[in-house]
């Protein structure tokens, strides 16, 4: 059996995409199928797997009205097989991908999630901006240990968890590896977190790296690079537009909130790029 696939990737975070119809012919639950598409050995190999869902339903969605029927949602797994409320690479990739094949009909447009209601737009440029709605900040500077460690803990919800710790003085991707595996599952996050190490370069600029929650060390994490920023303006450490840098590139991430007022949105802008169109023989 034969199933048609597009291979995407924002600033090196990649991802399968595939249409529902494509994914039914497989028989697979979608756990299975991410799991086996994204093994980077055996299969495509990939971050993650987006389906669009067309039939999106009325009040499904995180913090929408009843009535409220977005224009498009999506399913979102990790490589491991598991869900994840959000992405912020993915959510780029899939806004491109559904544009292009023409599932949606304007460059604006909204997305149903597990976090909620999400917008990107497409830009003249080809990049994407996606308003990736209000941050829930749990904590700031929280004293945390971990293997005789001790970190001040931001921990930043952008629709799924973030642990978002800075370090200006040691290499960030040796302490996401070294760290980030215990942090994920401690059991101060009940639901795994995202890790993110973060060093301050400027009021406007700063460096990350990220130990993904269901997928490791990647090359980018959208979410990530939002609850960073956030954490970064909320500890006076950054301004309110910031360029992020990640291993695979960067993304220009604004937030107009401050410690007296959260309740501002998060917007995020950045690429999404086509890899390659296949045929997948399972």
Request: glycine share 10%; proline share 3%; aromatic share 10%.
């Amino acid at each position: 059996m034969n199933i048609k696939l597009t291979k995407m990737q924002g600033l090196g975070n990649d991802f399968v995409i595939l249409d529902y119809s494509e994914y039914e012919k497989t028989g697979m639950s979608m756990s299975d199928l991410a799991k086996k598409l994204c093994n980077r050995n055996f299969g495509v190999g990939a971050d993650g797997m987006i389906i669009p869902d067309l039939n999106p339903k009325a009040g499904s969605y995180k913090g929408t009205d009843k009535q409220f029927i977005p224009d498009i949602a999506w399913y979102f797994y990790n490589s491991d097989g598991t869900t994840a409320q959000m992405c912020g690479n993915g959510i780029r990739c899939f806004a491109k991908y559904v544009k292009d094949k023409k599932l949606v009909h304007s460059n604006q447009f909204s997305v149903g999630t597990l976090a909620g209601i999400i917008v990107p737009e497409i830009l003249d440029d080809g990049n994407v901006k996606v308003n990736m709605s209000k941050p829930k900040v749990e904590y700031l500077n929280k004293d945390f240990n971990i293997n005789d460690r001790d970190f001040k803990i931001n921990s930043i919800s952008m629709g799924n968890p973030h642990c978002v710790i800075f370090n200006g003085s040691e290499n960030l991707l040796e302490l996401a590896q070294i760290y980030g595996p215990d942090i994920e599952s401690h059991s101060l996050f009940p639901e795994k977190t995202n890790v993110e190490f973060v060093k301050v370069i400027s009021k406007n600029e700063i460096d990350m790296r990220v130990y993904e929650r269901g997928c490791g060390i990647t090359l980018a994490c959208g979410t990530g690079a939002c609850a960073s920023v956030v954490a970064g303006i909320l500890n006076n450490l950054t301004e309110n537009k910031v360029k992020v840098n990640l291993l695979g590139g960067s993304l220009i991430i604004e937030w107009q909130g401050s410690s007296e007022n959260y309740n501002y949105d998060v917007f995020m802008s950045g690429p999404a790029e086509y890899s390659f169109f296949a045929e997948y023989i399972l």
